[in-house]
């Protein structure tokens, strides 16, 4: 009897790295600590502080002179409130518009 020996390569011990998983989870972690950064950021305030120590509400226009309007006609204002202190400002009850009728 012969015996013939058979030569196989094993590689013990030795895997190929999953590059493209690697890569994939590491921009994973990226965009999240970006989104982390983003959102823990202070907010900044978008209009001058004018009062210090509480909230103060400020309109853009004090009055609005719509003319003579007809009966029916439907018209649309618009104006901007803003927050000129430095405390949040919170509403404790419903806020409302009061429409004068001038002469």
Sequence with gaps: MS??????????????????LILLV????????????????????????????????KVDKQKVDLGNIKLGRTVDVTFELMNVGDQTLRFSKVPYIEVAQGC
């Design 3 to 20: 015996h013939s020996k058979v030569r196989k390569n094993f590689r013990h011990g030795r895997r190929r790295t999953p590059w493209p």
């Design 26 to 57: 590491g921009g994973g972690l990226l965009l999240i600590i970006i989104a982390i950064s983003v959102l823990n950021r202070p907010s900044q305030a978008k209009v001058p502080i004018e009062v210090s120590g509480s909230p103060s509400l």
